[in-house]
C-alpha cells in the first residue's frame, strides 16, 4: 500500500491546469490543493454559483483562477475543442487535466435503469472525459512536461451489480487510461489515473445512504495526491493506477 504523498510547497508553479468537476467533493479540494501549489486553476462544472463559491477560496490560496461553466452531460467535441482553445489561448498554454466530474444517481439494476439515464452516465463518465481530453492534447504536448489525471474507482467494489453505467464506465475508463498511456509515453503528456480510498462525497452518500458521514474522511485528505500526480514528482506513476492511502 503506499501512503498519500506530500508534493513540494510549490510542485505546480507556473502551471495551468484544468480541473473538472470543480465544486464536487475531491474536485473542490483538489483545486484548492493546486492553487496552494503554485498552479492557476481552471475550475470547470455546470452550476455557475457554485463555481463562483469555489472560485473566491482558490483565488485566496494561490494565482487567480479562471471559470469555465459547462455541463459535460450536454457537451460535444465542438464544445471542447472550443474550450481548449479558450484555455489555451488566455493563459498561454495548458500543463494538466484533472477529471474529477462523476455522474452517479443511485444503486439500480440495469434492468430497471432508463436508457436516458444509462447514456448519461456514460457520457459524463467516459465518453465526456475523453474527449475533452482529445481536445486538450494539442495544447498539452506543447509544453515540457503535462499530464492528465483520471479520477477512477475501485473497480472490485463498483464493477458489480446495481452500479449500472457508473461501474461500466469506471471499467472503460481504467481501459482508457491504459491505451492512452500506451500512445503517448514517450512524449511529454504523461497519463495516469488516480483510484482514492473511501471519503466522503456524492457518489458514496447516494450508494451508502445510511452509513455515518464521520465514518468516511474528507475528500480533501486526497487532494495532496492530486497535485502529486499532476506534477513532475508523480513521473513514476505514468501509465499506473495510483491508489495510495492514508497512513493508519
Same mark, same amino acid.
Given at each position: 500500500?503506499?501512503?498519500? @504523498?506530500?508534493?513540494?510547497?510549490?510542485?505546480?508553479?507556473?502551471?495551468?491546469?484544468?480541473?473538472?468537476?470543480?465544486? #464536487? =467533493?475531491? #474536485?473542490?479540494?483538489?483545486?484548492?490543493?493546486?492553487?496552494?501549489? $503554485?498552479?492557476?486553476?481552471?475550475?470547470?462544472?455546470? /452550476?455557475?454559483? /457554485?463555481?463562483?463559491?469555489?472560485?473566491? *477560496?482558490? /483565488?485566496?490560496?494561490?494565482?487567480?483562477?479562471?471559470?469555465?461553466?459547462?455541463?459535460?452531460?450536454?457537451?460535444?467535441?465542438?464544445?471542447?475543442?472550443?474550450?481548449?482553445? /479558450?484555455?489555451?489561448?488566455?493563459?498561454?498554454?495548458?500543463?494538466?487535466?484533472?477529471?474529477?466530474?462523476?455522474?452517479?444517481?443511485?444503486?439500480? @439494476?440495469?434492468?430497471?435503469?432508463?436508457?436516458?439515464?444509462?447514456?448519461?452516465?456514460?457520457?459524463?463518465?467516459?465518453?465526456?472525459? !475523453?474527449?475533452?481530453?482529445?481536445?486538450?492534447?494539442? !495544447?498539452?504536448?506543447? *509544453?515540457?512536461?503535462?499530464? %492528465?489525471?483520471?479520477? $477512477?474507482?475501485?473497480?472490485?467494489?463498483?464493477?458489480?451489480?446495481? !452500479? =449500472?453505467?457508473? #461501474?461500466?464506465?469506471?471499467?472503460?475508463? *481504467?481501459?482508457?487510461?491504459?491505451?492512452?498511456?500506451?500512445?503517448?509515453?514517450?512524449?511529454?503528456?504523461? %497519463?495516469?489515473?488516480?483510484?482514492? $480510498? @473511501?471519503?466522503?462525497?456524492?457518489?458514496?452518500?447516494?450508494?451508502?445512504?445510511?452509513? *455515518?458521514?464521520?465514518? +468516511?474522511?474528507?475528500?480533501?485528505?486526497?487532494?495532496?495526491? +492530486?497535485?502529486?500526480?499532476?506534477?513532475?514528482?508523480?513521473?513514476?506513476?505514468?501509465?499506473?493506477?495510483?491508489?495510495?492511502?492514508?497512513?493508519?
Amino acid at each position: 500500500m503506499s501512503l498519500i @504523498p506530500v508534493p513540494g510547497a510549490q510542485a505546480l508553479a507556473g502551471r495551468n491546469v484544468l480541473v473538472t468537476g470543480a465544486y #464536487g =467533493g475531491l #474536485g473542490e479540494a483538489a483545486a484548492k490543493a493546486c492553487a496552494q501549489a $503554485g498552479a492557476t486553476v481552471v475550475l470547470l462544472g455546470r /452550476k455557475v454559483p /457554485k463555481l463562483s463559491r469555489v472560485y473566491d *477560496a482558490v /483565488k485566496a490560496l494561490g494565482p487567480e483562477p479562471a471559470l469555465y461553466p459547462m455541463d459535460l452531460a450536454g457537451a460535444d467535441p465542438a464544445d471542447f475543442e472550443a474550450m481548449a482553445d /479558450k484555455i489555451g489561448a488566455e493563459l498561454g498554454g495548458l500543463h494538466g487535466v484533472l477529471h474529477c466530474a462523476a455522474e452517479f444517481p443511485g444503486l439500480r @439494476p440495469l434492468e430497471a435503469t432508463p436508457p436516458a439515464d444509462f447514456v448519461r452516465q456514460m457520457h459524463v463518465n467516459l465518453t465526456a472525459p !475523453w474527449l475533452l481530453t482529445q481536445a486538450c492534447l494539442p !495544447w498539452l504536448r506543447k *509544453a515540457e512536461d503535462s499530464a %492528465v489525471v483520471f479520477v $477512477g474507482d475501485e473497480l472490485a467494489r463498483v464493477n458489480r451489480a446495481y !452500479w =449500472g453505467g457508473y #461501474g461500466v464506465a469506471k471499467a472503460g475508463l *481504467a481501459g482508457l487510461m491504459r491505451l492512452l498511456h500506451d500512445e503517448t509515453e514517450t512524449g511529454p503528456v504523461r %497519463v495516469s489515473a488516480l483510484e482514492p $480510498g @473511501p471519503m466522503r462525497s456524492g457518489v458514496r452518500n447516494r450508494a451508502y445512504v445510511e452509513e *455515518a458521514a464521520t465514518r +468516511c474522511p474528507s475528500p480533501a485528505i486526497y487532494a495532496p495526491a +492530486c497535485v502529486y500526480l499532476l506534477s513532475t514528482e508523480g513521473r513514476d506513476q505514468r501509465g499506473q493506477v495510483f491508489a495510495p492511502r492514508p497512513a493508519p
